[in-house]
């Protein structure tokens, strides 16, 4: 889960990291007021959870208050990649004389933690490894031991920090450990930190990334979630229990297991992508198939309009086939759909399942014995619906 | 010959009263696999279904010499239950659990590799060594013993896989569910290796997804030492970059991690990498 | 440096480890007021950092506000093994069905923690080692990896805890190991731990030792010293940086180093003891003997009225020996000691700083090459003013 | 030959600038110690009276080829000065810091025993091998070479000894003080194994004092196996108990630690114990 840039900075500020002392505004008067309020020239932040916000227009400077309530304004409601902003962050300019970049994350390969920096600043990491990879200095962190500060020495000699700044940026650097340590994250970054022009180091911009495995344990960050932003239907998947992502294509999916799920999503774009036919979710019901979990699931698969046809793909190992087949009728029974849906059933009791199916004479209703069949039924049945 | 199982494997479960684990516990035993107790703190003492129950792993060590544990613990006591594991000297852990917090996990991970067990998993199906010993959550009929080994980040898409196998009259050594997590106890290559040096497996399948560079690895693995053919599929072409696809280690992060790179490098190591699945058996012809 | 019972009771309290509801009182009047709101039987705990106060009748039951009164107005004021109580912990008493041992100490030989239960609550660690060995169990916890929960079940188990208080064992194991971390302590122990009559676990009594190297990170530990309980001579001591502890002899030692220090401490024991002679304290001005330091030492030692003879023992190494000699000499005309001290000077410069003392021509002062004749002049000396 | 130091032993100081570390290195190198170089954060690229000053140990040794590293900065920044130094590779540590918290070097220690690197101390004087090497705070003048091996809990009563020797006419191959901290990276068995090993070494003494169990434990090595001659004292025999005497680690508790039973310990060893420091020379003649 990701955290806004005002939450992951006030999350920062707990472990001593400076900030600017920006506000959080959702209305133009709101900005208005925290420009008036800070003095001076401002910065109007969209608050999205997702990059190149500076080259939408989804950041900009106002020099006065009256200017920061326009900039508000115009950026308040703004669509950045598809996210609609309803917050926007209003921290004053600062003068920035260098950006460097920090960050910690988890190297999956070493098993470990990771403290990056570099030099430069103010792009994202990624570029940054494409462009000049030697720029960025990796320290690894033993989990069991913690952070040693002989290690931020060698990350503030590899990105030569100034001297006068070592002792500012061990105490940022440690602060930042601690912090993703302690909120479980699995990312935590300042891009940029930046030494202003009178030699402060600040944290200007954060980006948090919370492990959700852990959010259990962290029910004040679980409730940081930003559901207004994101599409209602992961909202509901997540309430249900079900683990679904939207994408762009017609055939809505709906499989046990993860793997399973990502393979059925690429059999519908194997056979269908001449056809500019492909998946359109990623949707794992996990084990079992109780009518309400397939009921839930189909709903939220139906919710997207691009849905031109729904693959089930149910290999029943532990499940029987049978249960899953009578889960699914019931599921059908309440959800009524309307779009062709194409049942493959495999493992344990398979063929009973696909009898029971059969016998239930649901029209739009069609079963396939293997995964090959099932997706290239689900994209005939989508061809013909477009 | 199984990898990492045999016929004197002895089993205990962690957690053997819990839902998960009472009910692939009976599974495990209907398929003949040698249960031999299970650990349930504050249960010691008691019964389940003909197995003793035992307060920790140590005492059911010492009282049954059991080798092999499962666990099958809910997410927070798992870690715990895998330190426990490896300080009572079991040499192979399978731990099950999904959801277990990564930090947590590389604590644990370091302790692993500190030590003399080996660990499979986390959120993984577990084991299974047709005829021998079913460790985990796979349907055993799915199965049945021959010369392949399989070795699979996934649960369903292994089963869809193995039964492709074994309708297609091509039965396994060992399937062993190695799990979707980004930390995880062994890795392809662990396993790769196991599979190349057991004598009895003569050609292997390897089902990959997006993210990490596990996959990357295991080219590099079979490219230097793998005698064997291998045949493999890499799920999550279809995917998106920057989401997570169920699994907390499916994700493709700075165009790292794609399918694309992970078929080219299987490819260029000489593996016979199917677009489909179901078409793994004929490619292992 | 051990915190009182009450003290340590709140910091446990704090770790969610359930401790009876009492509160501390000064003055007879405050005990009577504190057993009126409790209600019901108290029990009247004097506050010293001492063992064996039960048997000393420092603990009293007290059935009514006004019986809580008349014990306070007994034990406050008491001197047990010569501290004097200036406080009393009126709780509620609990009707007991089972006492356990419950505690957390550094082992230093395995360089771990150790966590010790025993079924025999109640009595010393050391009785109990002493008369039952294997009724304690001991359980390493590795200082990376902390405490595991397994480890706690192995300590019920060893202990024969009741299966129904396992899980509020683990709470309050889990909490004590958090609370001897946390604090720097060098010993956390529940002694007793009771099993209530109506089935509960709760602290009867606490202890707390913190480590004397953490307690410069822990400010709010330090001042919980209480320097009211302690000799006045151990708190001018510490205050001037000085390692002092009172014994019982004559000849007050001041040396440079601990091991010297004991040693010196040995050496007048070895000579005198046959006269009744032994030291009357253990002194280590540490490194270097600047006047102010040996002024403050030798005033430290003079405040013990039983001090007959006063026996330096400076091994320079560092410092040297005509620096010393000056420092003393400085030290001596501030203080005006009228009893007899015995000067030995070795290492650096030693000859000079003899050289220069002897010239000062202080009346009851002597010098001495080797330590064995020093200690043997100091107890001369001892024995002549006694 | 001594022990743990030789001519080519090239030694960097950690806090080379510091109040401590400044004065002691000088004294060092005015011993004719091959002091290479010296660590400060912050202040790399400078020099110490000569020697180059680096930002990490990790660089002194890149450009020294430094195998021994004196710690000499304050408590708080002692523990992470040696994993620094371990984690660099560093042979052997010897860190003179006092008051270090006994849980955070617990942590440390655990660490060292983990690596390959041997710690002295802390709370130590270092080590003095008589003509090759001054590592630490001994006073030089007060040694010199021959036969005699020292290894000492304490600081000042170590010089007293190593001077009654040298006054004695006996010379010392190596002077170690392990420390007087509960939790020390070289016990008095340690050392002693190396004593026995070294040929040089011919006769050794040991200057123990109240307090855990380490000279019991030196007892019993010496009983087992040690072939020459050794003589103790042991301070603190007129410590009350329950009471600390200075050093973190001199203190009776629950009766464990006196002295009598360390004396009487080492004296069924077969070692001779004084009375009296002075003795020791007699002892070993």
Chains 1, 3 share one sequence.
Not at chain 1, 328 to 350: F, H
Not at chain 1, 352 to 361: C, P, Q, T, V, Y
Not at chain 2, 96 to 108: D, G, H, K, N, S
Not at chain 2, 153 to 168: P, R
Request: with cysteine.
């Amino acid at each position: 889960m990701n955290l806004h840039e005002y939450q992951s900075k006030s999350r920062f500020a707990g472990y001593g990291i400076p900030v600017p002392q920006g506000k959080v505004a959702t209305t133009p008067d709101e900005a208005y007021a925290i420009a008036q309020e800070l003095g001076g020239t401002v910065v109007i932040k969209s608050q999205v959870l997702v990059g190149g916000r500076g080259k939408a227009g989804g950041v900009k400077l106002a020099k006065s208050a009256d200017e920061a309530r326009a900039r508000a304004e115009e950026i308040l409601g703004m669509s950045i990649k598809g996210h609609i902003v309803h917050k926007v962050l209003v921290d004053p300019a600062s003068s920035i004389a260098h950006e460097i970049y920090l960050g910690i994350t988890n190297d999956r390969a070493a098993a470990q933690p990771v403290l990056m920096a570099s030099s430069e600043g103010g792009v994202e990491i990624e570029e940054v490894n494409r462009t000049n990879p030697k720029a960025i200095i990796r320290e690894h962190i033993d989990p069991l031991m913690g952070l040693f500060s002989y290690q931020i020495v060698k990350v503030a000699l590899g990105i030569d920090l100034p001297r006068d700044q070592w002792r500012a940026f061990s105490k940022i650097v440690q602060g930042l450990y601690q912090c993703f340590v302690e909120n479980d994250a699995a990312l935590a970054e300042i891009n940029p930190l930046v030494i202003t022009a009178d030699g402060k180091l600040i944290a200007l911009d954060g980006k948090m990334s919370i492990d959700d495995s852990a959010l259990a344990r962290h029910p004040d960050l679980a409730a940081m979630r930003d559901t207004e932003s994101e599409p209602e239907a992961e909202t509901q998947a997540r309430e249900a229990g079900i683990s679904y992502v939207k994408l762009n294509g017609q055939i809505g999916c709906m499989v046990n297991g993860a793997g399973l799920a990502m393979t059925t999503m690429d059999m519908t774009k194997l056979y269908g992508e001449e056809y500019g036919i492909g998946p359109a979710n990623f949707l794992d019901i996990g084990g079992g198939a109780k009518a309400e979990q397939v009921s839930a699931a189909l709903r939220i698969i139906l919710s997207d309009p691009n849905v031109k046809a729904v693959l089930f793909n149910i290999f029943g190992g532990i499940t029987r086939g049978d249960e899953v087949a009578r889960g699914i009728i019931e599921a059908y029974d309440e959800v009524k759909p309307s779009v062709p849906m194409i049942i493959r059933l495999q493992g344990t009791n398979a063929e009973e399942g696909r009898a029971i199916l059969d016998s239930a004479d649901i029209p739009n209703l069609r079963t396939a014995a293997t995964l090959t069949e099932a997706a290239q039924k689900a994209v005939e049945a989508a061809k013909g619906a477009m | 010959m199984a990898i990492l199982l045999n016929e004197k494997s002895k089993i205990i479960v962690q957690g053997i009263t819990g839902r998960e684990g009472s009910f692939h516990t009976r599974k495990m035993i209907e398929y003949g696999t040698n249960v031999v107790g299970g650990v349930t703190p504050g249960k010691g003492g008691e019964w389940f279904d003909g197995k003793p129950i035992f307060d920790t792993v140590e005492k059911a060590v010492e009282a049954t010499g059991a080798n092999v544990s499962l666990i099958a613990v809910p997410a927070p006591f798992a870690p715990d239950a895998i330190f426990e594991a490896v300080n009572a000297g079991i040499d192979l852990i399978v731990c099950l659990t999904e959801f277990i917090p990564v930090q947590e996990m590389m604590r644990a991970y370091r302790h692993v590799k500190n030590s003399s067990s080996r660990l499979i998993g986390p959120n993984c199906p577990g084991l299974l060594a047709p005829g021998i010993a079913n460790v985990g959550i796979m349907p055993g009929y799915i199965a049945k013993p021959g010369n392949v080994g399989v070795v699979s980040k996934s649960g369903t898409l292994t089963y869809e896989v193995v039964f492709a196998l074994t309708e297609a009259g091509m039965g396994q050594t060992t399937c062993v569910g190695i799990g979707g997590d980004p930390i995880i106890g062994s890795s392809f290559v662990d396993i790769l290796q196991l599979f190349e040096d057991d004598p009895q497996t003569e050609k292997v399948a390897i089902l990959g997804e997006i993210g990490g560079r596990a996959e990357i690895d295991a080219a590099e693995f079979i490219k230097a030492n793998m005698t064997k053919p291998v045949a493999a599929f890499i799920a999550g072409a279809s995917a998106p970059e920057g989401t997570r696809m169920g699994h907390a280690g499916a994700i493709v992060e700075g165009g790292q991690g794609t399918a694309a790179e992970k078929i080219a490098a299987l490819r260029e190591a000489g593996v016979r990498v199917a677009d489909n699945p179901e078409q793994i058996p004929q490619l292992l012809k």
